[in-house]
T-cell receptor
Framework: DAGVTQSPTHLIKTRGQQVTLRCSPKSGHDTVSWYQQALGQGPQFIFQYYEEEERQRGNFPDRFSGHQFPNYSSELNVNALLLGDSALYLC??????????????FGPGTRLTVT | GQQLNQSPQSMFIQEGEDVSMNCTSSSIFNTWLWYKQDPGEGPVLLIALYKAGELTSNGRLTAQFGITRKDSFLNISASIPSDVGIYFCAGQDTDKLIFGTGTRLQVFP
């Protein structure tokens, strides 16, 4: 049973550049959430995708955008990178709404460093 | 962003000892989750709690959903070296999880 996978593992970008991170959910899950985890802190919710639409969004600027594909995989895009965007980006998958489970399973994360 | 309060912030214990940590919120949650995170990796789900007052075990781990729905507790019995890591609580708020500040656990042989 494949768990949540993310790519790439590490990424180094320069201020002002754009980045795309990718996530494949756990088998049987159709909902994907993205979180940002700064060093020494707990993960912060960015947004969630279900049925290829954004269901809910956290307190992040429009520079953060996402997409979900028909196979339930998802991308997180960040434009005009700032130094403060350096963090571990986590993807979590869960069963769809109404399936009685709120358990979110996380991938290994993508470590983004902005210089 | 919003974070839940976890205590203690860190713990240094000897192998074999029991551990207790808690998580408090100013808001009510209908679901509480506990995760463990190792350095450079994603959080791993340990226990999920769905009902106020519920007590749930997973091996040496036991977690409780507080009666007020504003807190949760995690106990680890007979700690072992592989229990080292950061433990996070999380409350379910509609579609998103609100995470705690984390408790860092160190276990010495």
């Amino acid at each position: 049973d494949a768990g949540v996978t993310q790519s790439p593992t590490h990424l180094i970008k320069t201020r002002g550049q754009q980045v795309t991170l990718r996530c494949s959910p756990k088998s049987g899950h159709d909902t994907v959430s993205w979180y940002q985890q700064a060093l020494g802190q707990g993960p912060q919710f960015i947004f969630q995708y279900y049925e290829e639409e954004e269901r809910q969004r956290g307190n992040f600027p429009d520079r953060f955008s996402g997409h979900q594909f028909p196979n339930y995989s998802s991308e997180l895009n960040v434009n005009a990178l700032l130094l403060g965007d350096s963090a571990l980006y986590l993807c979590a998958s869960s069963p769809g709404p109404g399936q009685g489970s709120y358990e979110q399973y996380f991938g290994p994360g993508t470590r983004l460093t902005v210089t | 962003g919003q974070q839940l309060n976890q205590s203690p912030q860190s713990m240094f214990i000897q192998e074999g000892e029991d551990v207790s940590m808690n998580c408090t919120s100013s808001s009510i949650f209908n679901t509480w989750l506990w995760y463990k995170q190792d350095p450079g990796e994603g959080p791993v789900l340990l226990i999920a709690l769905y009902k106020a007052g519920e007590l749930t075990s997973n091996g040496r781990l036991t977690a409780q959903f507080g009666i007020t729905r504003k807190d949760s507790f995690l106990n680890i019995s007979a700690s072992i070296p592989s229990d080292v890591g950061i433990y996070f609580c999380a409350g379910q708020d509609t579609d998103k999880l609100i995470f705690g500040t984390g408790t860092r656990l160190q276990v010495f042989p």
